[in-house]
Nanobody, 124 residues
Framework: VQLQASGGGLVQAGGSLRLSCAVS????????MAWYRQAPRKEREFVAA????????FYGDSVKGRFTASRDNNRNTLYLQMSSLKPEDTAVYFC??????????????????WGQGTLVTVSS
């Protein structure tokens, strides 16, 4: 499975941005998916996870109420709609895919395929 994240860029605080993650390869192996981010000199942080059907998602505390994860399985694409952006949201955002059935997880070791990341910069 290959994941290609896109949509990052520079945005002012309070603005919005939508990230996309295109999935290709062995699509049957893709189950739950997730977004993570990593800011400079910080550890990778869980952002959101979404189930196979796209009907359920959960979020990290720092983005809850501002970010929304969704997926379009017909287009093989995962999305992250980000609103009310803050300077502390500045990071490289990664999409990830898990290959096994089971509950959604914030544990990065449950995801075996990762995209290359897309940079989001929020200016104050």
């Amino acid at each position: 499975v290959q994941l290609q994240a896109s949509g990052g860029g520079l945005v002012q605080a309070g603005g919005s941005l939508r990230l996309s993650c295109a999935v290709s390869g062995n699509l049957f192996s893709v189950k739950n998916m997730a977004w993570y981010r990593q800011a400079p000199r910080k550890e990778r942080e869980f952002v959101a996870a979404i189930n196979l059907s796209g009907t359920n998602a959960f979020y990290g505390d720092s983005v809850k109420g501002r970010f929304t994860a969704s997926r379009d399985n017909n287009r093989n694409t995962l999305y992250l709609q980000m609103s009310s952006l803050k300077p502390e949201d500045t990071a490289v955002y990664f999409c990830a895919a898990g290959a096994t059935y089971g509950p959604m997880s914030s544990n990065q070791y449950n995801y075996n395929a990762w995209g290359q990341g897309t940079l989001v910069t929020v200016s104050s």
